[in-house]
Every structure is written in structure tokens, then in C-alpha cells.
């Protein structure tokens, strides 16, 4: 069965960091390109990152200039995110997604992990 | 930036109705378009990709449509599961993926 597990997730004061981890099991990780998506309360769900199969591309949404890492271990079949310099507009659920393929549409999600950011 | 914007944002609907949904691009993204299905306290589900091909497991009473700027979500008769948000977002110019804003789907 393919499963995406998020952790790391928790409460941060603004301008602290947090690093989030997906564990992926049930399928080749190294195949695929993965994605991170968040969704804050009341609003829509919002792309946050992208990392290539290789490692050697990632793409970001505007609003994280500069501020997020992607990452990945394919060694551990695992993905990651640091997030730096963290804002209250940052609170949500982040999500992992599976891509099918190469830039697609993201096929598998995990359940997320929250993160909160409050003084 | 590709704007994706849905209608209606809220469809109070009997169970076994018919519904369509509808997604507008502000700018072409091809057929490169998905549909998710989001329950409360559940992740999303894919449900429809490349505009009209059903993601597997997906019933048939699910159907998508359109190309270009104009997208149709189509759920043939409402089943008591259906009741959701469903979102759509392309996949054609990116960076950055966009969603619409959803549309809740609801118990008329």
C-alpha cells in the first residue's frame, strides 16, 4: 500500500523554524518527483514546494521566498521541509504528495502534519 | 500566476441529483487539469486528472470535462459519500500549481 507520513509539525513562535518529515512506504521513491501543500483554516489548499526524483530540482510558491527548503534522502525514502523565519500566515496543515510522474498532478496524499505559529 | 476560480463556492444538493461543478482558468492550461475531493478531517483525493481521465477506484458516476480556460466537474447522481469540497487545479504553468478556491458540496 502506497503511505505518505507526515511529523515534525508543532507550535513556533513567529520568526522560529520547524523541519517537517514525510516517510514514504509502498512504492520506488526515487521515481518520483513529491510535493508539499498546505491548507490554512478557511482557506483553499496552497502549493508550497516541489523537489525533483534526483534531488536536483525544487521549485517554490512566491510566498516562501527564501524562507523554505525541500529536501530529500532517497536512501531513507523520505522528504523533508525547513522552514525558516516562520510567519503567523504560515499556520496550516502541510501536506505530502506523491506526483505521478514528472510535474503532474499528485495522485497519494498523507494526512499532514500541523503546524502553528503564535507569540 | 494561473488563477483558477470555481462556482459555486456552496451547492445544496439532494442525494441523488445530478451536479455539475465548474472550474474557470484565467489563462489556457491545456487539458492539464485535476479535480480533488476533500472530506472533513480527511486529505485530499484525487479524483479526475488530464481534464476528463477518472483516477483509479473512482466511480463512474464522476465524470470531467473541458479544456483550455472552461473545466466541468460532473457527478452523474449524488451518493451520501459525495457530500465534500472539491477542488481543481492545474498543472499546465507552473511554477507555482494552482487550486481553485473549492466548492462545498452539501446536504440540501
Redesign the interface.
Known amino acids: 500500500e502506497v503511505q505518505l507520513v507526515e511529523s515534525g509539525g508543532g507550535v513556533v513562535q513567529p520568526g522560529g523554524s520547524l523541519r517537517l518529515l514525510c516517510a514514504a512506504s509502498g512504492f520506488t521513491f526515487d521515481d518520483y518527483t513529491m510535493h508539499w501543500v498546505r491548507h490554512a483554516p478557511g482557506k483553499s489548499l496552497e502549493w508550497v514546494s516541489l523537489i525533483s526524483w534526483d534531488g536536483k530540482s525544487a521549485y517554490y510558491g512566491d510566498f516562501v521566498r527564501g524562507r523554505f527548503t525541500i529536501s530529500r534522502d532517497n536512501s531513507k525514502n523520505s522528504l523533508y521541509l525547513q522552514m525558516n523565519s516562520l510567519k503567523i500566515e504560515d499556520t496550516a496543515l502541510y501536506y505530502c504528495a506523491k506526483d505521478m510522474g514528472d510535474y503532474l498532478y499528485m495522485d497519494v496524499w498523507g494526512k499532514g502534519t500541523t503546524v502553528t505559529v503564535s507569540s | 500566476?494561473t488563477v483558477m476560480t470555481q462556482s459555486p463556492a456552496t451547492l445544496s444538493v439532494s442525494p441523488g441529483e445530478r451536479v455539475t461543478l465548474s472550474c474557470r482558468a484565467s489563462q489556457s492550461v491545456s487539458s492539464?487539469l485535476?479535480w480533488?475531493q476533500q472530506k472533513p478531517g480527511?486529505?485530499?483525493?484525487?479524483l479526475v486528472?488530464a481534464a476528463s481521465a477518472r483516477?483509479t477506484g473512482i466511480p463512474a458516476r464522476f465524470s470531467g470535462s473541458g479544456s483550455g480556460t472552461e473545466f466541468t466537474l460532473t457527478i452523474s447522481s449524488l451518493q451520501s459519500e459525495d457530500f465534500a469540497v472539491y477542488?481543481c487545479?492545474q498543472?499546465n504553468n507552473?511554477?507555482?500549481?494552482?487550486?481553485?478556491?473549492?466548492t462545498k458540496v452539501e446536504i440540501k
Open positions: 500566476e492539464n485535476a480533488y480527511q486529505s485530499p483525493r484525487l486528472y483516477a477542488y487545479q498543472y507552473w511554477p507555482p500549481y494552482t487550486f481553485g478556491q473549492g
